[in-house]
């Protein structure tokens, strides 16, 4: 799974927030380097620096932990009924000493911790909070120290359906910081840290649906640098969806993570993203791939994709690596979801390393080598040969063969760049809709420009009455065609009608 590249082919209030973008455009002060803390907006969730504080007493009816007995919260659990209230006095809670040892929550149970409550996995413990109970409600505590392996995670590792995280500090553990199950709600909390992702939403057997997250701060993630360890094996950000049906990311603040900031990979369908600031990540502030029908609107996106842009570029890479990438990835009107495209709109994207790229890889469809998600393929393909075999077989898109970018919209937004802020002179400061030039394998029914003529001019995609500011260039059809403004919106292309083009300083 994760991201294929195009030459790889061979083997916290979220609606003010909306409305402060789009009446304001946020611009902000770039840095001259993306850093920790680099100033946001008045409207961003700065959970990290001061959450909520929780109860000083304990509720009515709770069951109190003593920090003093080493592993009180677990054995309390497990000798509680379900529905139980327990409250963590202030201190260090620990687990019993045993990499397996974790709490158990029961069905409908809820973990309140009073200020200054953490529970400390001491680089022991594995995992903090696991098991298949649903409806559990986890407030105003801080986690930490856990070594979760790769791909696991330490808050409801066995992703449960149901669950509130509120108000909670996740920080500073292996693996990622929290897993997500169906109809899961993560409010108010700081994701920080954590050695692979802050969340990893993945539900074995899924589709995992109804999740909300709202009004967090997901900063510093991917300590451990996966993709160092793992080269492409597209596993590492802030936020990492697969097979999400349904999700509501809004009024976050994500930021200073190693690689992406927010990364949807592979039949996720129905996003809402909106209202998020995203900044400083090393690579792009937004990935969505092999996925289907999104709205992404109001959110500010500055100085993302410096580090991984730059690596690429520096390596002589011709590919427009973008802030906004969307890779096989488009609007699917046979799915049923709030929308039947993907709208990108009403966003403001300032000094990033370049902006939005939409990409096709032809070598990439159902059951093909080239492809690392055929092990999750939706497709059922009634054709004849390799492609026709796919391991998922449902309805209703049983008559394709691979996954398409199309149906993508992409106006009302602002697009600002300064090439001295970047500190870059080329290849920083474009805009793409492209595909490569299908080769592989020897049986392919996608040789050719097949792909790239499609996602060009016949699948629907469309730039239009949005606003650049800077030394913007247009990449269409393929990497080798580099368009100024008026090669971008005349014939054959007829991109971005109604758009404004002017320098950075008002020229």
């Known amino acids: 799974m994760g991201i294929k590249w195009r030459h790889r082919a061979s083997p916290a209030a979220p609606l003010v927030l909306l409305a402060l973008l789009a009446a304001t455009g946020c611009e902000g002060t770039p840095d001259a380097r993306p850093r920790a803390g680099a100033a946001p907006s008045a409207s961003v969730a700065r959970v990290c620096a001061g959450p909520a504080a929780g109860p000083a007493t304990a509720p009515p009816g709770a069951v109190t932990v003593d920090p003093a007995v080493p592993g009180d919260l677990a054995v309390k659990t497990r000798n509680s009924p379900a529905r139980t209230t327990f409250w963590l006095r202030p201190g260090t809670h620990t687990l ?54 790769h791909d696991e995670g330490v808050v409801n590792h066995d992703s449960a359906d149901g669950w509130l995280i509120e108000h909670a500090t996740i920080q500073d553990n292996s693996g990622a910081g929290l897993m997500a199950g169906a109809r899961q709600r993560v409010r108010a909390s700081c994701l920080r840290g954590n050695g692979q992702y802050g969340m990893n939403a993945y539900k074995a057997g899924g589709p995992l649906t109804g999740l909300v997250v709202e009004g967090n701060e997901i900063t510093g993630n991917n300590t451990d640098d996966w993709e160092r360890k793992r080269p492409g094996c597209g596993c590492t950000g802030g936020v990492k969806f697969w097979a999400v049906d349904g999700a509501d990311v809004r009024g976050n603040w994500v930021h200073d993570n190693r690689g992406a900031g927010l990364w949807a990979d592979t039949n996720n369908n129905d996003f809402r993203i909106e209202g998020n600031v995203l900044e400083s990540n090393d690579g792009a502030a937004l990935i969505y791939e092999t996925s289907y029908n999104a709205v992404i609107r109001g959110n500010t996106i500055r100085r993302n994709n410096w580090v991984e842009g730059r690596r690429y570029a520096d390596r002589g890479d011709t590919f427009p690596f973008a802030t906004v990438y969307v890779s096989e990835s488009g609007g699917e009107p046979r799915i049923r979801a709030r929308t039947d495209r993907i709208e990108i709109h009403r966003n403001v994207l300032e000094d990033n390393w370049s902006g939005i790229t939409l990409w096709e890889n032809a070598d990439r469809f159902c059951n093909s080598p080239a492809n690392t998600s055929s092990g999750l393929c939706t497709l059922l393909v009634k054709d004849t040969g390799r492609c026709a075999q796919p391991a998922i077989a449902a309805p209703p898109l049983y008559d394709d063969c691979r996954w398409k970018t199309q149906r993508v919209e992409i106006h009302g937004n602002r697009f600002v760049l300064d090439k001295s802020v ?3 002179t080329v290849k920083c400061d474009r805009m793409a809709v492209l595909a490569n030039y299908g080769t592989y394998p020897d049986w392919s029914p996608y040789q050719g420009e097949r792909v790239a003529e499609a996602i060009t001019r016949e699948q629907h995609n469309r730039w239009y009455d949005n606003v650049y500011i800077g030394p913007w260039t247009f990449v269409a059809h393929d990497p080798s065609r580099i368009l100024d403004p008026g090669q971008w919106q005349g014939t054959p292309y007829q991109q971005d009608a109604g758009s404004t083009f002017r320098a950075r300083d008002g020229g």
């Open 96 to 149: 019993p000493p045993d990499r397996f040892a974790q709490v158990v929550p029961k069905e409908g149970n809820s973990y309140l911790g009073a200020p200054g409550a953490v529970l400390d996995g001491r680089r022991t413990n594995q995992y903090a909070f696991g098991g298949a109970a649903r409806d559990v409600t986890l407030r105003h505590l801080t986690v930490q120290g856990f070594v979760a392996p």
């Open 422 to 424: 970047v500190h870059c």
